[in-house]
């Protein structure tokens, strides 16, 4: 339970965020990537049509490509599965009133810092939990904290708590309360 604890712990300190590259200048003026986040149990990117006629897309995440029809300024909610693996990128490949996109338009996840005042973790035997305690100097522009878990040394993450910051106050102690029995179930 050790090596869990500082697991949690250590995923707090990198935070993750979307940016995007294309989809907003001229050249690449067919689709937008925006991010969903996570409905149910899987994240979400959507590819939003521009155009006033449809156009086929090529989506590629995790080595996988994808191509989908898009109606007229219309959208597709691109599955990416329960643990987010690598970034997406996308690209019109056929439109019906124009040009293709000159390039990919490619969307990915960006570490974001986030100074932490203090950090623990602790297991309590009797409740059978962990209790993860930190305290951030600053939660301004970041609008959720998400604490994760990897059991094999970071290639996948596993989705523990999820807290709403309040922006207002600095030096703001959080509480997540996570079961020991869901962290041991992690494989």
Known sequence: MKH????VIAA?????TAAQNGGQYPENDNIRLEWVGKVGANYFERVVNKKACAVTVKIEYN??????????????NHDLGPT????V??????????????????FSLTAMPMRFVSSNATYDKVKDEVLVTFTVADVTNIDRIIIELSVDGGKNYKQLGLVWPENIQGNK????RI???????IK
């Open 173 to 176: 102690t959080y509480q997540v």
């Open 84 to 87: 987010l693996l690598s970034g």
């Open 4 to 7: 869990l604890i500082i697991a």
């Open 179 to 185: 079961s020991a029995a869901t962290i041991r179930a």
């Open 63 to 76: 080595h996988t490509f994808t191509e989908v029809v898009i109606p007229a300024h219309g959208n597709y």
């Open 12 to 16: 707090l300190c990198t935070l993750t």
């Open 89 to 106: 990128r996308a690209k019109t490949i056929q439109v019906n009133c124009g040009a293709p996109d000159n390039g990919w338009i490619e």
